[in-house]
């Protein structure tokens, strides 16, 4: 604890001399995860980045454990989204440097992804080449680390610098002696296919088959994502064939989901539900997912007689809708005034503690008062109240305004 202590007042003083103040998570000791817990719940209602600042360092937040990668991003997008960019680099090159846990590879990868979420591709880029060149202990490197090149490529993808990903590639591997690997290959692909530049991808699979690197279902799937995009059907057909004639791979649900994903966003559900149909024919299960892209896209197009069809057809088949089936139900059926359907599908979500999101049960609970079936509107609500106690006065005001 003196060792912490120290190099906490050793990486604070040189820095603008903050005045912090020390969070008192608890009166006694907390485990880190619930140390995590409290900051992440404290991160969504704070606005001043000195005290985001101390909120992440008080938490001894690391990469290695899931909630505190999730509490290391809303951090991050506070800071990025109020301006406040110099915070970030802060917060970040004081952790590397003041903790020795985190001068680590993992941590210097994970903060280059941090950076390209805030759009910092040039602080990525820095610490990238920093990291190469003292590798952070003093220590030069013989060849690159391809984990930081991936990190830096989907850093690129997440500042949507799209350009940015076939430079660093080229002139990075070359410069640094990396070898590329398969996650590599996927990520300059996913750049290229978000990106508009999905024919470009040809040649990354040359070079993979080159290189003995053989592609798999995220290769695939990023491919057809962006052929889709650009509405590029025989792209797509060409790939699903290769798929299977040259490397042996027969599509299975996973890319079914992301053809029929893509058909929905291009307004084409009614392709996607035949390619359902061929799916089920081919002997491969649809998931809960799958329902989902479906009835959001036939909802989006104002098919609501086919979204019901489609969720009836879903539980036939034995397969369990999760909470966005029911609540894409609930909230376009009562956009579309349906609100007897919406009432029914409501009630067997809450039945199975899925309950859809406030802005939705309001909308329903005042079409159903606005249609005359203000005891149904009643009823709704005495149950949200029973499992939300902490919206007690919302619903109380949401009930007052009902018609007597």
Request: aromatic letters at 8%; a positive charge; hydrophobic letters at 35%.
């Amino acid at each position: 604890m003196a060792l912490f202590a120290r190099l906490r007042l050793q990486s604070i003083l040189p820095l603008r001399r903050l005045h912090h103040h020390h969070l008192n998570f608890s009166t006694s000791p907390l485990s880190s995860i619930s140390k995590t817990r409290v900051a992440l719940s404290r991160l969504k209602t704070e606005t001043n980045p000195e005290k985001i600042l101390e909120i992440c360092r008080s938490a001894s937040l690391t990469p290695e454990a899931n909630i505190d990668r999730i509490t290391f991003s809303v951090a991050i997008d506070k800071l990025a989204k109020s301006n406040n960019f110099s915070y970030i680099d802060e917060l970040l090159t004081e952790l590397r440097t003041s903790r020795p846990d985190l001068r680590t590879e993992q941590f210097a990868a994970h903060s280059i992804v941090l950076f390209g979420k805030a759009g910092m591709i040039d602080h990525a880029i820095r610490l990238f080449k920093e990291y190469h060149e003292k590798n952070q202990n003093g220590v030069v490197l013989s060849s690159g680390s391809v984990k930081l090149l991936n990190s830096l490529l989907y850093s690129c993808i997440l500042a949507k610098k799209y350009n940015e990903v076939k430079r660093v590639f080229v002139d990075f591997t070359k410069s640094f002696k990396i070898e590329p690997n398969l996650d590599t290959y996927n990520t300059i692909i996913q750049a290229f296919s978000e990106g508009g530049s999905s024919s470009s991808c040809y040649s990354i699979l040359n070079e993979m088959d080159k290189k003995g690197v053989k592609p798999n279902t995220t290769t695939i799937g990023n491919l057809i994502t962006g052929f889709y995009k650009e509405e590029k059907y025989e792209d797509v057909g060409k790939v699903l064939k290769m798929m299977e004639e040259d490397y042996g791979t027969k599509a299975g649900i996973d890319i079914y989901n992301i053809r029929i994903r893509s058909l929905c966003k291009l307004k084409r559900s009614k392709e996607a539900e035949a390619l359902l149909g061929g799916c089920i024919a081919r002997g491969v299960k649809p998931k809960a997912v799958t329902y989902r892209y479906l009835i959001f896209g036939f909802c989006k197009e104002g098919d609501l007689e086919g979204a019901k069809s489609l969720f009836k057809s879903m539980v036939n088949r034995g397969c369990k809708p999760d909470y966005y089936c029911y609540a894409t139900l609930v909230c376009f059926l009562s956009k579309g005034r349906d609100f007897e359907s919406a009432y029914r599908i409501c009630k067997e979500s809450m039945e199975k503690k899925l309950v859809p999101n406030s802005s939705t049960m309001k909308m329903l609970v005042e079409g159903l008062a606005s249609s005359g079936n203000v005891e149904k509107a009643k009823e709704l609500i005495g149950e949200i109240k029973e499992k939300f106690s902490k919206n007690v006065e919302l619903w109380n005001e949401v009930e007052a305004g009902l018609p007597q």
